[in-house]
């Protein structure tokens, strides 16, 4: 099975500043078909559940923000928010679909300074 | 809008079966592949399995043994029992639609449902 490891476990970020999380897998996301990385990150906020902010390691979902970009291959992601907004704070999690079973990072929470 | 809805019994009891069902509304249910997800207070994500609308269906070796989904097409609904639960089976119970493309990741997710294991 892929272990998806992040980094850190938890983050405190001005308002306005960047915020940066680092997703590791236990071996390459890399599919050979078509070159891209099966890497999606999720945003859950308290009491909500998960929503996918990106997919193919760097392609965000309609209507997620552009403060959101996400970064990456092979085993080493990131997840940028560029500049910091009171909503971002949330959980956020790495999930690998290279291959099942389909694994999750264990999160980072993210939080404002 | 499409919404995923769970529903079932938020309270088990050890060794008895956890069944829930996902309604889904404002969709075709057959025109994608649905997944249960479940998370344990505190802790990572983890997949339980999928669903196809033929009803072939793939499972989480962790928990092959004792998982079995279902689906109804003409109800809008899929479902997911888990046997001889444990008080590790503790878990808020998602269930999601995988992305339009077919690959493994979730693009809606239900709200979620608590189920506790507990005597």
């Known amino acids: 099975d892929i272990v998806m490891t992040q980094s850190p476990d938890s983050l405190a970020v001005s308002l306005g500043e960047r915020a940066t999380i680092n997703c590791e897998s236990s071996?390459?996301?890399?599919?050979?078909?078509?070159?891209?990385?099966?890497l999606a990150w999720y945003q859950q906020k308290p009491g909500q559940s998960p929503r996918l902010l990106i997919y193919?390691?760097?392609t965000r979902e309609s209507g997620v923000p552009d403060r959101f970009s996400g970064s990456g291959s092979g085993t080493d992601f990131t997840l940028t928010i560029s500049s910091l907004q009171a909503e971002d704070v949330a959980v956020y999690y790495c999930?690998?679909?290279?291959?099942?079973?389909?694994?999750f990072g264990q999160g980072t929470k993210l939080e404002i300074k | 809008q499409v919404h995923l809805q769970e529903s079932g019994p938020g309270l088990v009891k050890p060794s008895e079966t956890l069944s829930l069902t996902c309604t889904v509304s404002?969709?075709?249910?057959?025109?994608?592949?649905w997944s249960w997800i479940r998370q344990p207070a505190g802790k990572r994500l983890e997949w339980i399995g999928r669903?196809?609308?033929?009803?072939?269906?793939n499972y989480n070796p962790s928990l092959k043994s004792r998982v079995t989904m279902s689906v109804d097409t003409s109800n809008k609904q899929f479902s997911l029992k888990l046997r001889s639960v444990t008080a590790a089976d503790t878990a808020v119970y998602y269930c999601?639609?995988?992305?339009?493309?077919?690959?493994?990741?979730?693009?809606?997710w239900g709200r979620g449902t608590l189920v506790t294991v507990s005597s």
């Open positions: 071996q390459s996301l890399l599919y050979s078909s078509n070159r891209k990385n099966s």
């Open positions: 999601v639609r995988v992305s339009w493309n077919g690959y493994y990741y979730f693009d809606l």
């Open positions: 404002g969709d075709f249910i057959s025109s994608y592949y």
């Open positions: 193919w390691a760097s």
């Open positions: 669903i196809f609308t033929s009803g072939g269906t």
């Open positions: 999930q690998q679909y290279y291959t099942d079973p389909y694994s």
